[in-house]
Structure formats: structure tokens, C-alpha cells
């Protein structure tokens, strides 16, 4: 603009302070974002670009890589990811042999679980022998320990009847002598008279294996969730000599897949069906009872995702927390595990650094007109994945409510840089202004 005299000094400030102000919300919400990569939660577009809608909407769901979050449902998948991180994690922090040892149980349980036991007294010596044999329990007498094995855990009925050997009972946590029935004997004064002693030893001992037993690793634990649990996952039965037989993970031939019948609509189905449902439904809807639908559709696609991704994650999230307790201090110190630099790792860099970078300069008008454009181009990014055009579904349900038709508060702050990259606001108000004194200085000299 060559005749500023057409500017007014009003409109001057007021353009300088929409600059400045646009600036400042870019500057702010990009350090902000930083400062969240450090802690629990960080900051991720994944949600936004997850819920992409409008003609755009694959290219953008594309950037996350699993945009419905089956991976997290795929035990496959999640067993393998974890054991990368494993690798990873002992690697960055340098674990020891005990380190990589305890975080190894952690993933796969204990391989041996065993307590102190100076003998096995008489009354369960042939119960003991008995599952000896069925290869649950192993008694050294000369290392005086009782054992069990990881791949065969005592179960609460073994453990029962290992304990009603003995005369002893357990009563508000006190440990006492049984009778023949198995009631508790007691003192005159209604104390809990006092059990053999070696009676009591081997009691305890079995109580302590079967809590050990009970501690799963979280690779069995994420196995319960998605491959034990018949609601998650569903189950057939398999037609054999004796009738049907239900299988959780069958390995069927192609006679017996044939023959197989569903018993059990896993809920993991439904979840897979209802997103195939609302991706056929995008591409038909036209009219406004058929976007009323696919609305439908996504709140409870979005519920269940929730009820079957979310005990997945907090599994995730426990397992990482549980790994980080086993670090010293001067581990700790080295910082969080790096994240992988995939497709959404750039994503995200490329949105904290653009809006501090863009954000600063604009508040500092330095090169003011090519940081505009890029806030322009940056801001109609954030536009397209769900752009307000007609036959757009909004999931307000994620997103929140929008009222906005083709023009949104994103495209009016992109048209107002576009505006600002069209006017000298850098050298009426900022480092372009300063540069420009100084070489026109240079220039009358």
C-alpha cells in the first residue's frame, strides 16, 4: 500500500492489535501444548483427525494410522507393541539384570512362585504327593521351599483343599486351631486357641502361593480381556463326536468351520460391524433422517469404544507406571521413554512448533506477511477435517457443539491473517518497521 494516508491511525492500532492478538492465542496454545508432552496426558491431534468428517475425512484419519483404535482390541498387535516397548525402555534407561528380570514378570507373571516350608506335615503329605504328580505343586526338603509354576498356578479349590488338612482356621485375620468340622476352637476367655505350629507354617505357605498364583502378568491379564472374555470376543461351538464343544479361539479346519455355530455375539464384533455400518452410511446419506441415523451410529460407536478400548489402555498405562517404579533415581533423571516418530508424532511437532513459531513472529511483526500467510495456511488445516458444509456430520458427541454453517471461527481468524499479509502491520508496529528505519537510514547516508 502505497498511500497510507487512506489508513487511519484508528484502523492502524486496531489492525496492529488483531495481529498481535492472534499472535498471542497461536504463541500461547502452541507452548501450552508443549508443555503437556512431559506429563500423563500430553496433547495429541489424534482425536481431532480420528472424528475427520466431509470429503477429506480419509486422508486425515489416515495420519493417526489407526483411527478406530482396533489395534488396542487385537491381542496380536497389543503383545507385540509391548514387547518393543519392553526392549525399549530397557535400553533407555539402561536396567540392570534384576531390572530386566522384574520387568519381564511384569509382562509374563512369575515362571516360579515359592515360599519357605520347613516340612509337609503328615495329614497332607498324600494330597501334596498327589498334585506333585499333576505337576502344580514341588516341595525341595533339602532347600526347605514349597513351589509352584507359573504355567500351572495353584487354583483357590487346590488351595482350599491343601489348607483343610491341617487343623487350622482363619477367622478376622487370626490364624487358630479347627476342629474335626473345621469350626474354630477357642479359649475360655473366647480367644482363638493357638494351632500346631508347623501346621500353621505349612497353612500359611499355601495361602501365600495361591495370592502369588493369583498375580497375573499383564500379558495374561490383557489375554482375559481380549481373548477369555466371551462377551468382549464372542464364542462358537464346534460340532465333535460328542455334540457341539464351545471353543474361545478355535483352530478350525474348513470341515469344522463349516460346521461351526455362533453362540456368542462378542461385543469386539459389534464394534467392528456398527464402524462398517457408519463408513457404508457416509457415502449414501443424503437426506436428513440418514444423517440422524449415521448420528446414532457414531454416539454409540463411540460409547463402545470406550467400554472395550478403555480397560486396554489403563492396562497400558498401569503396566508403564508399574515399569517406571522399578527405575533409581538417576534412571528416572534420563527422562520419558522418546515416543516413535511416526506419521502423528510429526503431526503433532509440526502443530506445537508451527504455532509457537508463527505465533512469536506475528506478535513480534517480524516478517509479519509471510507469517500470516503461514497462520492462514496453518488455521485452514484445522478447518478441513470437519469442515461445517452441508451434508458434513459433526460428532458433536467428541468434538462439541458447532453452529456454524460453511464459515467458522477457524476460517474467519484464517481470512483475517489472509487480510494481515496484505498490510505492512510488521512495519508500523514491529521488527519490520525497526529493519526498515535502519536500512532506509543507510540508504539517505
Known amino acids: 500500500m502505497k498511500d497510507l494516508k487512506r489508513v487511519s491511525y484508528a484502523a492502524i492500532v486496531f489492525l496492529v492489535l488483531l495481529r498481535i492478538s492472534i499472535g498471542w492465542q497461536f504463541l500461547y496454545e502452541g507452548l501450552w501444548k508443549l508443555d503437556t508432552q512431559d506429563t500423563a496426558r500430553p496433547w495429541s491431534a489424534a482425536g481431532y483427525l480420528k472424528n475427520a468428517q466431509g470429503p477429506f475425512r480419509d486422508h486425515f484419519r489416515g495420519m493417526v494410522g489407526d483411527p478406530d483404535d482396533l489395534n488396542w482390541l487385537d491381542y496380536q498387535h497389543m503383545s507385540a507393541e509391548w514387547t518393543d516397548w519392553q526392549r525399549r525402555f530397557a535400553s533407555h534407561y539402561g536396567l540392570d539384570e534384576t531390572q530386566q528380570r522384574q520387568l519381564t514378570e511384569l509382562l509374563e507373571g512369575k515362571r516360579v512362585h515359592e515360599t519357605g516350608l520347613a516340612a509337609i506335615p503328615d495329614a497332607a503329605a498324600d494330597l501334596v504327593d ?4 499333576m505337576g502344580v ?12 509354576y507359573g504355567d500351572k498356578p495353584l487354583k483357590p479349590s487346590e488351595a482350599a483343599e491343601l489348607q483343610s488338612k491341617v487343623p487350622v482356621v482363619k477367622v478376622d485375620g487370626e490364624y487358630g486351631l479347627a476342629d474335626e468340622e473345621g469350626n474354630p476352637v477357642r479359649n475360655d476367655d473366647g480367644s482363638l486357641a493357638a494351632p500346631d ?19 497375573l502378568g499383564y500379558l495374561q491379564r490383557l489375554a482375559a480381556l481380549l481373548r477369555g472374555n466371551p ?6 461351538a464346534v460340532l465333535t463326536d460328542r455334540g457341539y464343544r464351545p471353543e474361545m479361539r478355535p483352530q478350525l479346519t474348513e470341515e469344522q468351520a463349516a460346521e461351526a455355530i455362533t453362540t456368542r455375539y462378542g461385543e469386539i464384533q459389534i464394534y467392528r460391524n456398527l464402524l462398517d455400518e457408519y463408513e457404508a452410511g457416509l457415502k449414501s446419506a443424503r437426506v436428513e433422517y440418514q444423517h440422524e441415523h449415521l448420528s446414532r451410529i457414531a454416539r454409540r460407536i ?24 522399578l527405575l533409581s ?7 520419558p521413554l522418546p515416543v516413535e516418530r511416526d506419521q502423528l508424532w510429526r503431526v ?23 507469517a500470516a500467510l503461514g497462520g492462514a495456511v496453518m488455521l485452514i488445516m484445522f478447518y478441513l477435517p470437519v469442515p461445517p458444509w452441508p451434508g458434513v456430520i459433526y460428532p458433536e458427541e467428541v468434538l462439541g457443539p458447532e453452529h456454524s454453517y460453511i464459515i467458522n471461527k477457524n476460517l474467519i481468524e484464517a481470512i483475517a491473517l489472509l487480510a494481515i499479509a496484505m498490510l505492512p502491520t510488521g512495519s508500523w508496529f514491529g521488527v519490520d518497521g525497526l529493519f526498515r528505519w535502519i536500512f532506509a537510514r543507510r540508504a539517505a547516508t
Open 348 to 370: 503433532n511437532q509440526a502443530t506445537i512448533w508451527g504455532l509457537i513459531i508463527l505465533g512469536g513472529l506475528l506478535m513480534l511483526g517480524f516478517i509479519s506477511r509471510l
Open 231 to 236: 462377551d468382549r470376543v464372542g464364542a462358537v
Open 130 to 133: 498327589r498334585l506333585t504328580r
Open 302 to 325: 463411540a460409547s463402545l469404544r470406550s467400554e472395550l478400548v478403555g480397560p486396554v489402555r489403563a492396562l497400558d498405562a498401569e503396566l508403564k507406571q508399574k515399569a517406571r517404579e
Open 137 to 148: 505343586l514341588e516341595f525341595d526338603a533339602e532347600a526347605k521351599r514349597l513351589r509352584v
Open 197 to 215: 505350629e508347623a501346621d500353621l507354617e505349612f497353612y500359611k505357605a499355601v495361602e501365600s502361593l495361591e495370592q502369588q498364583s493369583a498375580r
Open 329 to 335: 533415581p538417576e534412571q528416572f533423571a534420563r527422562g
